[in-house]
């Protein structure tokens, strides 16, 4: 990839995770579940991180015409574990009229997958290690956050389907 492809790249990367930053917090403002105002608030803070990694290296390309010397971009160990990795036990019990946070989860879901996708081809395309190291560890991120989602959407979306009476009852 030349530095020319490289920075279009970055700068479509800078807009991913800025929308993914954007959708969380406001889906942290609107949620009324506990747990699930502070997992989209985690969820933004990592958008956040992968932001300020990615401009960095951006940056450097613009300025100094190569990748930046260092990745400052953890590997993820944290979060969105269990059986409802994202919502409330009471949650499932309210399913019925969580229109929003169904919503938000397909919405994220999307997002993730259009980012794992983003930094997979950027990846493949990278002949600079550390620009091959910075996609691969933004993937791991983005795919523990697909992962936390889906896990969450399957765990619901029968009983959601159900109650909006868009799958047949049991």
Do not use: C
Request: charged letters at 35%.
């Amino acid at each position: 990839m030349d530095i020319k492809e490289a920075i279009d790249g970055l700068r479509t990367a800078l807009q991913t995770e800025l929308n993914g930053y954007q959708f969380y917090r406001i889906a942290a403002e609107k949620t009324a579940d506990k747990k699930a105002k502070k997992v989209f608030e985690n969820l933004a803070d990592d958008e956040k991180e992968h932001f300020k990694e990615i401009r960095k290296h951006y940056n450097a390309l613009i300025k100094e015409n190569r990748w930046a010397d260092s990745l400052h971009l953890p590997d993820i160990e944290k979060l969105y574990s269990g059986e409802s990795p994202i919502f409330s036990e009471e949650f499932k019990s309210r399913i019925k009229d969580k229109h929003f946070e169904m919503s938000a989860l397909s919405i994220g879901a999307l997002l993730e997958t259009n980012s794992i996708e983003l930094y997979r081809k950027m990846k493949e395309k990278s002949e600079n290690e550390i620009a091959r190291r910075l996609f691969e560890r933004l993937i791991k991120w983005e795919q523990k956050h697909l992962d936390a989602i889906t896990a969450q959407l399957n765990l619901v979306k029968e009983q959601y389907w159900a109650e909006q009476h868009f799958a047949p009852l049991f």
